[in-house]
Nanobody, 111 residues
Framework: QVQLVESGGGLVQPGGSLRLSCAVS????????VDWYRQAPGKQREFVAR???????DYVDSVKGRFTISRDNAKNTGYLQMNSLKPEDTAVYYC?????WGQGTQVTVSS
């Protein structure tokens, strides 16, 4: 059974930074892509970023140049470095791997 646990969310001012982590157990972490999604209040969950098993990355246009996705296969952990945060980045952020979701971590960008 795959389990994903996100951490690193919180309250940050506009322009600030946060790094989210996604610790994965129960899967062969290195062979699967790691995705990050987010869901803002009243909106559908949306794709944010992906890193493949080979390290290729993809981002939604709204975060390109501000967010960086990475992974550490030795630690079975994925990361999302978020810089230059904006109020519209406020959402619950979820990681996804091997058809499984984490519980989410809240990110709030507000002054």
């Amino acid at each position: 059974q795959v389990q994903l646990v996100e951490s690193g969310g919180g309250l940050v001012q506009p322009g600030g930074s946060l790094r989210l982590s996604c610790a994965v157990s129960g899967s062969i972490f290195s062979i699967y892509s790691v995705d990050w999604y987010r869901q803002a209040p009243g909106k559908q969950r949306e794709f944010v970023a992906r890193i493949t098993s080979s390290g290729s990355t993809d981002y939604v246009d709204s975060v390109k140049g501000r967010f960086t996705i990475s992974r550490d296969n030795a630690k079975n952990t994925g990361y999302l470095q978020m810089n230059s945060l904006k109020p519209e980045d406020t959402a619950v952020y979820y990681c996804y791997q091997a058809a499984s979701w984490g519980q989410g971590t809240q990110v709030t960008v507000s002054s």
